[in-house]
């Protein structure tokens, strides 16, 4: 492909290359040995934390949320220095797509699986998606120094998935050091170098972007072809923006300024680009002035998944959380929010997030960071409604949106294929959970003789509740998930309604599946019960489908609340108390007469299943 | 009208469940008095109160640990620094296990008209855990000696929803008071305090305390019953046969002032607060040194009088709708339709021309109408 021998030369010595790993197999721990064996960072950099998760929330979590890349110096027993780009990838179903632009990024890719746990379904996805990319996959055994490793199971599981030679597999671990000189020289040996020209027009993939205050948008790239400099005027395919490259660079411990990127480097630039929402994932730059015929493949749109209403706790918050969503959807811009009403919980805004995570977090980082407190209303999917007669289709993201009954011809939604790998010995149990979820069964085939693979297609709003966690409990942490959009498909949905002493609470209102619908309004209301404390009347709690009741609870009148002794040394600590006490009512919606926590609004997140 | 108060901050022992300021012992009374008379000239000189003060309290503490003319020279010290009425109601807090005939005879000679007695349960094993140093026995025995040596306003302090209180071991308390010819009763729900050895306790497990189900069995018991034997309750926790309704309690209930001596005592003084410091070794330093032994204070501001008076006012005889249109410029009623209309649906409050006040059924539920009407 290139006809530039100078490039050619120069990227022969540079590897680029990500990790893929199931969460909790090491990724990092590993990432962080890389750099220190390289003398990226010393050991004592490390002491803090591992290097790649620089949220206070990925720590956390122990889940890599956002896309970071490093570059190392290797010199290789061969005599010649490399220099290896790491491309850090996402290890959530929610960001699917984000990984699968990574990966684009790379000619290889380190496959990590625990010794001690075999290879997940996260893995699995992940691998395919680095296949479909044609990355060179280099597969490493970790913790093999662990009591309980598996190393001959699990590297036989390897074998099978990947067609492999036994000889190819790297036992390791991470954390002892054990196998980290041989991952180095195998990226270097099995990785090819990246091809492309450096004098062909730029074509540049944005791998991730960040939003720094001071400068806008920072993308993170891959030059494939042609050669970015300070002072170009590039233009992002995608939206035909243009924008002048003002500083670019590669990514070491921090940002080096190189002034140029040339076909084969991964590194940053900064264009002055004041919103994110203009460097999409995956989108291609190029020059202004000689565009590239055709962007790089795979780009597309991120969808939201998920929808929830989120509201200030006290009503003159709204301005205050709409400059926060704004700045956090600087950072984030898979966010999706415009505003909305609600009769119970008045001025708020309906969001769309890639998944239950990213909703969780962006609940967190709005708490945390812009110090929120916010009502987050229950998480539903999109909906298409369509209507009888005209046959319009309508999308709903709201429950409350729903029209009447009457005026419906049919209510489709969104289904997915879900792919789960478990021990063989949870397979009747998750089976049983699918179907508990609709879920419809596809096939099952095994990894190794102890491990199953098995499909279903099964609708979305099945899978954003506690899925996940049932999933993880049957089998106690061994299944793994992951799922694809699949299509949208008609279902018996209905409209179900919470009213509180009569008044129906349309935040609370959920579409769910006609057959489970007694079951679902009858632990709502029971849930309810526990979350809303007792108040000085009772509250009737019910669900009802249309017009008709069909569950009910009472949370009875509160029996007492009184302070026993007031005297004089008494009254300012009972007044300060009281004031207290108000404070803390805030924190509450109040409907017709009825006080509602926070907590109650995301009940059904929380119901006995 | 105003009323005066000092807290005679010391105890034999200190009970688990209180957590008001004192100090077990006596070594330091010689200079509590000194200090207090000091104390008591110097805001006498200060304020120069032309008021009458109609009611004067001895509370604690335990002042009935004082003899009296101990207990004399402090009100000697209260009657020429401020105007008290000839009739004033005076208290003195007795533990049933600290008097004797001769000294119940004494205090009614200085003019000591009314007693309260902690006795809390007629029960031993009740006694026991509340670590009181009396037992059933003397706490009647106490009484029998207020009664010989003349008092006839006896008030007495009990405790309801102790841990495993039945309302049959409950309702013995109250048959026992009455049958001791008691003018008054005060009957308290447990309440835990934080910084109490009974706190530790909960803390720790070894004592569950009463449900909110059967808390609010025993108080709907007391209210009964005390109604049945002509008790009017007249403030969340106290009950008096007629014309005998505490008149120095009532000063707070009814938002007025007063002037608070010895060490945590507060005073409220043209809507100014201030308390003074819980400890006796920094309240006599702070007096011998010439100055007030305050460790604190507020002006009130017209919210916190608001917010006070609907709290204070609530809990006993009622807001006046009149009297607080003249204070706060606005009708309760007005202010606060909705809520005071459905409470008054629900029998929660009962609403008259001139006249907010709780129910029975209201008095259990008195903070959460307070939140909601503050």
Wanted: glycine letters at 8%; a negative charge.
């Amino acid at each position: 492909m290139s006809d530039n021998s100078e490039t050619a030369i120069f990227m022969q010595y540079i590897r680029n290359f990500c990790i893929i790993a199931h969460i909790d197999h090491g990724k990092s721990t590993l990432a962080d040995r890389l750099l220190e064996t390289t003398g990226t960072i010393t050991s004592r950099d490390l002491i803090v934390n591992q290097v790649l998760d620089d949220m206070a929330l990925e720590q956390e979590r122990g889940i890599t949320i956002k896309l970071h890349a490093i570059q190392m110096k290797y010199q290789h027993t061969d005599g010649h220095e490399y220099t290896l780009n790491l491309i850090d990838t996402p290890g959530h179903v929610d960001f699917t797509y984000e990984v699968s632009r990574s990966l684009n990024a790379c000619e290889g890719a380190i496959l990590v699986v625990d010794a001690t746990q075999g290879v997940e379904a996260q893995t699995i996805s992940n691998l395919y998606l680095a296949v479909e990319a044609g990355l060179e996959i280099i597969p490493v055994v970790n913790k093999v120094d662990l009591a309980s490793a598996m190393v001959d199971t699990v590297s036989q599981g390897i074998v099978d998935l990947l067609g492999c030679e036994l000889s190819d597999i790297i036992p390791a671990s991470a954390k002892s050091g054990i196998g980290i000189q041989e991952i180095l020289a195998a990226v270097v040996e099995r990785v090819p170098p990246p091809q492309g020209d450096s004098t062909a027009p730029l074509q540049a993939l944005i791998f991730d972007s960040v939003f720094d205050p001071y400068r806008g948008a920072i993308v993170y790239l891959r030059v494939v072809a042609g050669t970015l400099k300070e002072g170009d005027r590039i233009m992002f395919m995608n939206n035909g923006k243009v924008f002048e490259a003002e500083e670019a660079g590669v990514l070491l411990m921090k940002k080096r300024r190189t002034g140029a990127l040339t076909a084969g480097d991964v590194g940053y630039m900064i264009a002055g680009v004041k919103d994110v929402a203009d460097t999409n994932v995956g989108d291609t730059i190029t020059h202004a002035d000689r565009p590239a015929a055709e962007p790089l493949p795979g780009y597309k749109v991120v969808k939201p998944m998920v929808f929830s209403g989120l509201y200030p706790t006290a009503s003159e918050q709204y301005e205050e959380l709409r400059d926060a969503l704004a700045k956090l959807k600087l950072n984030d811009s898979s966010i999706l929010y415009e505003p909305e009403t609600s009769v119970a919980l008045g001025f708020g805004f309906r969001c769309g997030f890639l998944g239950l995570l990213h909703m969780e977090i962006v609940q967190e980082r709005l708490e945390r960071e812009f110090n929120q407190t916010i009502i987050n209303t229950v998480p539903n999917v999109e909906y298409v409604v369509v209507a009888k007669e005209s046959l319009n289709r309508l999308v709903i993201d709201n429950p409350s949106l729903m029209p009447e009954l009457g005026k419906i011809d049919h209510i489709e939604e969104p289904f997915i294929t879900a792919q789960i790998i478990t021990p063989a010995e949870y397979l009747g149990s998750i089976m049983k959970l699918c179907m508990d979820r609709r879920g419809v069964y596809m096939n099952t085939t095994y990894i190794d003789p102890t491990r199953a693979d098995v499909h279903y297609e099964m609708p979305l709003s099945e899978i954003i509740f506690d899925f996940y966690d049932k999933l993880k409990s049957i089998s106690r942490g061994y299944a793994s998930l992951d799922y694809d959009f699949k299509e949208y498909r008609e279902s018996d949905l209905v409209k179900l309604d919470i009213l509180l002493n009569g008044e129906p609470v349309d935040a609370l209102s959920s579409i769910v599946h006609r057959g489970k619908s007694y079951d679902w309004g009858r632990r709502l209301c029971s849930k309810l019960k526990t979350l809303i404390p007792r108040q000085m009347f009772e509250v009737v709690i019910q669900a009802a489908i249309g017009n008709k009741v069909i569950a009910r609870d009472v949370v009875k009148a509160m029996r007492k609340n009184v302070i026993a002794k007031c005297y004089g040394g008494d009254i300012s600590r009972k007044r300060k108390l009281l004031e207290k006490q108000k404070e803390g009512k805030k924190r509450m919606k109040q409907v017709g007469n009825v006080e509602i926590p926070q907590e109650a609004f995301l009940a059904v997140l929380s119901m006995e299943q | 009208m105003p009323g005066l108060y000092v807290h005679v901050p010391f105890c034999e022992t200190k009970c688990v469940y209180c957590d008001f300021y004192s100090v077990e012992g006596m070594d330091r009374e010689a200079a509590f008095l000194t200090r207090c008379v000091e104390e008591i000239d110097r805001r006498g000189d200060a304020l120069q109160a032309k008021e009458t003060f109609t009611s004067v309290f001895f509370g604690g503490g335990t002042p009935s640990l004082l003899r009296a003319e101990q207990l004399g020279a402090l009100l000697s010290a209260l009657r020429r620094n401020f105007t008290v009425a000839e009739d004033a109601e005076t208290t003195v807090e007795c533990n049933p296990g600290t008097v004797t005939r001769g000294k119940l005879e004494d205090y009614r000679a200085l003019g000591v008209n009314r007693l309260s007695f902690g006795v809390q349960s007629f029960h031993d094993d009740d006694l026991r855990f509340l670590s009181r140093i009396h037992t059933a026995r003397e706490a009647e025995d106490g009484i029998a000696l207020a009664r010989e040596a003349g008092f006839e306003n006896v008030n007495l302090d009990l405790m309801f929803s102790l841990p495993g209180q039945t309302p049959a071991r409950w309702l013995h308390n109250l048959e026992r008071a009455r049958a001791l010819g008691t003018t008054h009763l005060s009957c308290y729900s447990l309440t835990v305090e934080k910084g109490t050895p009974l706190a530790v306790m909960v803390e720790r497990g070894e004592v569950r305390t009463a449900s909110e189900d059967s808390d609010a069995q025993l108080y709907e018991l007391t209210m009964d019953t005390l109604a049945s034997w002509g008790f009017a309750q007249y403030e969340v926790s106290n009950y008096a046969l007629e014309g005998y309704a505490c008149r120095h309690n009532l000063t707070y209930w009814r938002h007025e002032d007063y002037l608070g001596f010895g060490p945590s005592a507060h005073s409220t003084w043209k809507r100014r607060r201030s308390w003074n410091v819980s400890s006796i070794r920094a309240w006599a330093e702070q007096i011998a040194a010439g100055g007030d032994a305050f460790s604190g204070g507020e002006d009130l501001t017209d919210a916190m009088l608001r917010a006070e008076h609907i709290s204070l006012r609530l809990r006993s005889e009622g807001i006046r709708r009149s009297v607080f249109q003249k204070m706060f410029g606005s009708d309760i009623v007005d202010d606060n339709p909705a809520l005071l209309r459905q409470c008054e649906a629900s029998g929660l409050l009962e609403i008259s021309d001139d006249f907010v006040r709780l129910t029975r059924k209201g008095m259990l539920v008195c903070e959460e109408i307070c939140l909601g009407l503050t």
